[in-house]
Nanobody, 124 residues
């Protein structure tokens, strides 16, 4: 089992930046690819970004390419999401997720463990 706890979400103005954190506990962290997903009201939960177990390989969804950066610190069992140039359409509940595989994937069904989410609201 892996337990995930997200933090860092808050209200921010458009153009601003935020850093989300997700701390994992319960089992080996470096063996799990990690992903960030987001869900806006009335919409599906979509992938934002993912990172391999080693941190060497990353994936970004098109809407966040060039603005968001995912990273991880396996010594701290933590994955980060640096969000820059935020837009109102980035407003959503952001979830951290852990895959059972070290290979990053955009496929939601491949993630076995989920956090409770942290709210990001971007005002215009």
């Amino acid at each position: 089992q892996v337990q995930l706890v997200e933090s860092g979400g808050r209200l921010v103005q458009a153009g601003g930046s935020l850093r989300l954190s997700c701390t994992a506990s319960g089992r080996t962290f470096s063996g799990n690819a990690m992903g960030w997903f987001r869900q806006a009201p009335g919409k599906e939960r979509d992938v934002v970004t993912a990172i391999s177990g080693s941190g060497a390989v990353t994936y970004y969804a098109d809407p966040v390419k060039g603005r968001f950066i995912i990273s991880r610190d396996n010594t701290q069992n933590t994955v980060y999401l640096q969000m820059n140039s935020l837009k109102p359409e980035d407003t959503a509940l952001y979830y951290c997720a852990a895959s059972k595989s070290p290979i990053p994937t955009a496929v939601k069904a491949n993630y076995a463990y989920w956090g409770q989410g942290t709210q990001v609201t971007v005002s215009s």
